[in-house]
């Protein structure tokens, strides 16, 4: 017993200082990979933990670039389940070895793709932000990026993030949805309820919800808004806490792999469409992912998250296919109160966005949502924008049409949100209407307070 607690304090002794100083060494993907191999070689020899077998091996998974090295290693954790595990594993780093040895990675010079990489792009174009000024700066969310959506609770980050995918998913693309806050059924709920209004028979979000629609309303969701929306040429899928054991990052990316190839198939069936997988992933929100490990440091637990999902951006499941992240990240009390000034009309700072250090660093474009009562009230969210890679920085928030109630923000699509959907100055008079208005609007629970 004593000699497996040694065994695996000298391991961790020195997984600490290769990872304090690896990068300060002129080494290959492949050399780091040997390194660890020769550590997972270690715990099984010295000590037989399975258990810090299957964490040392989880641990190799966040050097890996390639899908089929990354499937050779992860033939190692199937092993653990195995009982003839001790027998085996030895034989799987073997032939981890020899595939590495034969593996390379051959260099490819952007100067012999570019013209296809720009064809490309200009073919897919990008997510549109649902804001005619900031698409006409960015040509929208490109792929190979990270999108930050940052806020206060309840300020319609959600309702921003869903609504980006459905109009991407009506443009042909494909989303996957994660969940850390709400249910996949909550957010589907949401979505139908922005979809009725498209099919031109409005059904309240909260009545979706709650399960509580009139008899009539029931049939229109389920014979008319139901499969509008699943017709839609993209299809949107959404994971949620209980997909998962845990919230590894080798367990994410294996479920998003397992996501990818239900895409795959149901772009098949829709369109024809050969290997059209997953070209969105949303995280709602990242801060949760905190509570993913036993680290205690914050910071760090979801900078490497943010991180891993940056290389997810760039080389999707290992495959070099670029598509787009959408973080939603929670603001902190210092930016609420910042945010609520007159003055500064629902603007935020970087230093406002919850773990801000690799969310700045690792996102092409940081945007922000406000809203309070009286706007919702008009009917309208403010956007500001802190980052945006390659294009000038608008210098005031832009307000954009929102209304809670269907889960809609962006264009008007009924004849009656038209009236909102320009900027509303409210003189005194105005103001103490509208905020009796307001009033009524809760207490008769019309109005979602988000």
């Known amino acids: 017993m004593m000699k497996n607690k040694v065994g695996l304090i000298q391991l961790y002794v020195e997984r600490i200082d290769f990872m304090l100083n690896y990068e300060a060494k002129i080494m290959t993907t492949k050399d780091i990979i040997k390194n660890e191999i020769q550590k997972l070689t270690y715990i099984w020899n010295q000590t037989h933990d399975k258990e810090a077998f299957i964490k040392q091996v989880n641990f190799l998974t966040t050097f890996v670039k390639e899908e089929d090295i990354f499937d050779q290693i992860d033939k190692l954790l199937k092993l653990a389940s195995d009982e003839d595990f001790g027998r085996n594993f030895q034989n799987q780093l073997n032939n981890l070895i020899d595939f590495l040895e034969k593996k390379e990675i051959r260099f490819i010079p952007v100067n012999d793709v570019f013209k ?67 249910t996949p059924l909550q957010i589907y709920s949401k979505l139908l309820s922005r979809a009725s209004l498209d099919n031109g028979t409005p059904l309240p979000t909260s009545e979706i919800t709650r399960s509580c629609l009139s008899d009539n309303d029931k049939d229109t969701l389920f014979d008319k808004v139901y499969p509008y929306l699943e017709n839609q040429i993209g299809t949107f899928y959404i994971l949620g806490e209980r997909d998962f054991y845990s919230y590894g990052q080798a367990e994410i990316e294996n479920k998003l792999k397992e996501v990818d190839e239900l895409i795959k198939q149901k772009s098949k069936d829709k369109q024809n469409e050969e290997n059209h997988g997953i070209d969105i992933v949303v995280v709602d929100h990242i801060q949760l992912l905190k509570y993913a490990s036993s680290v205690k440091d914050e ?18 499941l290992r495959t070099k296919r670029e598509i787009v992240i959408i973080l939603l990240s929670q603001v902190n009390r210092e930016g609420i109160a910042y945010s609520k000034r007159e003055k500064h009309d629902g603007m935020y700072l970087t230093q406002h966005v919850a773990e801000a250090s690799e969310v700045e660093r690792s996102s092409a474009y940081i945007i922000t949502v406000y809203t309070d009562a009286m706007v919702q009230v008009t009917k309208q969210l403010k956007i500001g924008v802190l980052k945006l890679r390659g294009s000038q920085l608008p210098t005031s928030t832009i307000t ?48 979602d307070p988000l």
């Open 299 to 316: 910071y760090r637990v979801i900078n490497e998250y943010v991180s891993f999902f940056r290389r997810q951006s760039q080389s999707f």
């Open 116 to 182: 296809d990489e720009y064809d490309a792009k200009q073919l897919n174009g990008g997510i549109s932000f649902l804001c005619p000024e900031l698409d006409k700066r960015t040509g929208g969310i490109q792929n190979g990026t990270i999108c930050t959506i940052a806020g206060a609770p309840g300020s319609m980050k959600t309702t921003y993030a869903i609504n980006l995918c459905y109009n991407a998913i009506k443009q042909g693309k494909n989303v996957c949805y994660l969940s850390l806050e709400e």
């Open 400 to 447: 954009v049409y929102a209304d809670g109630k269907y889960y809609q923000v962006g264009d008007t699509s009924i004849p009656e949100q038209l009236d909102y959907s320009d900027n509303i100055e409210l003189n005194e008079e105005n103001q103490l209407e509208q905020s009796n208005l307001l009033n009524d609007l809760f207490s008769s629970g019309i109005l």
